[in-house]
């Protein structure tokens, strides 16, 4: 994976954080763990800087949670928590 984020950056750069960290608010599969300390290594070639990386980290984290936000706003807190009463608990299901 870490291969496949050094490339996305290396070859879009400062959009490939903001669009990299947006997927990992939607969809989680990639954790900024491993994304941020990727484009810090960038920083540390003189490939980009470390306020770019920094703002756009920002960006793309802010645009992810957006939908989330919305979602949440639409769908209401009430619904929200019914939801979560009827399918939460996964931990409680592995124990």
């Given at each position: 994976m870490a291969g496949w984020v050094i490339d996305l950056i290396r070859s879009t750069g400062y959009f490939g954080i903001v669009l990299l960290m947006?997927?990992?608010?939607?969809?989680?599969?990639?954790?900024?763990?491993v994304i941020m300390p990727l484009a810090g290594f960038m920083v540390s070639q003189g490939k980009l800087s470390l306020a770019g990386i920094v703002l756009a980290g920002t960006i793309g984290s802010v645009l992810g949670a957006l939908p989330l936000y919305y979602l949440?706003?639409?769908?209401?807190?009430?619904?929200?928590?019914e939801w979560a009463d009827r399918h939460g608990?996964?931990?409680?299901?592995?124990?």
């Open positions: 947006f997927v990992e608010n939607v969809f989680p599969p990639i954790p900024s763990e949440g706003r639409v769908v209401g807190e009430d619904r929200l928590k608990g996964l931990a409680d299901r592995l124990a």
